[in-house]
């Protein structure tokens, strides 16, 4: 399916790793043109030399913290003119209210909450002058299932949920669409982190973390494509009624009663 996004160009923050590089892979297929974030300068250059060589786009490393003063300033600045802005950046920290302490809990915060809501600020005004835009923001369902084991995130992700509704209700009245994505668990060494951060939490030995993959959807959780595929369909005219809203890819998981 042609989405027709060839030519356009999108800002993707963390994007040397897991759901991140796969947005990169997956918008560069489409013919995008790309600017991608991350810290690691290294990693981020040698991914866009090979999408740059693989599928004729451009591709602009920017190594960046972007929770050091200045720096989405400085992003924004110099990606210049951009049609899809991808929120991907931060890592909350798993566990519960007392094995987070407080400077976890706001390190965490201040990447993927702060951060999204700071590069929504700068980004959407530009996207406005030039007659429109796409926001993704990468949630994730901790954030419509809230989990006292995730607590730091699952209230994070709550936050962005809410952002993500209000500033995407109106937002088509500037011709900008503003979505977000809900993924489940995903197969991403953020996962398996997680996995024995909890294996710890219910079963003090974090070696048993494998022992919670039966406790998924088919087992397994989801894989990175299956995310992908969707957010850079979200990004595309063919969703151009689609705003204010958050589309879940978790397997289920919300929708079920029980614990996994």
Known sequence: MDLGLKGRTALITGASQGIGEGLAVGFAEEGVNLHLAARRGDILTELANRLTGEHGISATPHAVDLTESGAPEALVAAAGEVDILVNNAGVVPGGDLFSIDAQ????????????????????????????????????????????????????ANASLMAFTRALGGPSLDDN???????????????????????????YGDESRWK??????????????????????????????????????????????????
């Open 104 to 155: 976890a809990w706001r390190q965490g915060w201040e990447l993927k909450v702060l951060g999204y809501i700071d590069l929504c600020r700068l980004v959407y005004p530009r996207m406005k002058a030039q007659g429109g835009g796409v926001i993704v923001n990468n949630i994730g369902n901790a954030g419509e299932r809230y989990d006292a084991a995730y607590i730091a995130g699952t209230t």
């Open 176 to 202: 900008i669409r503003v979505v977000g994505v809900n993924p489940g668990p995903v197969d991403t060494d953020r996962i398996y982190k997680l996995l024995k951060r909890r294996a710890v939490d219910w």
């Open 211 to 260: 022992e919670l993959l039966k406790r998924y959807p088919l087992g397994r959780p989801a894989h990175v494509a299956e995310i992908v595929d969707q957010m850079v369909f979200l990004a595309s005219d063919r969703a151009g009624y689609t705003t204010g809203t958050i589309i879940t890819i978790d397997g289920g998981i919300a929708s079920r009663s029980s614990i996994i």
